[in-house]
């Protein structure tokens, strides 16, 4: 399946991109009927809960992107709210050795240079993966509710 998504048919950053921002579906509705002053409806709630479900798994078996890891190492400053979301996974994540491995090797497989990707991905873990950046930056989540 990852041949297919690292293909040339597919731009598997933008893919992933368009993965993640979708994850503010269910936040933006809930916006939307406020200011309608409608509240959400019980279906609406069901089918939003499932969808977040499903795309959650799929980003969960799905490797991250070049763009990605990249904004992971550079710390970007200005992490949208799904960004902040999908981080707390992977930085938790980039604590194991067989993650950071399976993600070195998608990496390439994304065209990346072995040792572009090594490097990538010995600056992201040093940035990214301590129980201190986590706390940061669900404190930041917080506080953009």
């Not at 690292?6 to 269910?26: P, Q, R």
């Not at 509705?29 to 019980?42: G, I, P, S, Y």
């Not at 390439?108 to 940035?127: N, T, V």
Request: net charge neutral; proline share 2%.
């Amino acid at each position: 399946a990852c041949d297919v998504l690292y293909s040339k048919l597919v731009k598997y950053d933008e893919l992933y991109i368009a993965l993640t921002s979708l994850l503010a579906a269910g936040s933006q509705l809930d916006t939307v009927r406020r200011k309608e002053n409608k509240n959400v409806t019980a279906l609406e709630a069901c089918a939003l809960q499932y969808y977040f479900l499903i795309l959650w798994r799929i980003l969960g078996i799905l490797p991250p992107s070049k763009t990605y890891m990249n904004q992971l190492a550079m710390n970007s400053p200005e992490m949208s709210e799904c960004d902040i979301l999908h981080t707390l996974r992977w930085s938790s994540r980039l604590r194991i050795s067989s993650y950071v491995n399976w993600i070195k090797d998608h990496l390439i497989k994304q065209g990346m240079k072995a040792e572009h990707a090594g490097s990538l991905l010995e600056l992201a873990s040093s940035k990214c993966s301590s129980v201190k950046y986590d706390v940061e930056i669900v404190e930041e989540y917080f506080a953009r509710q």
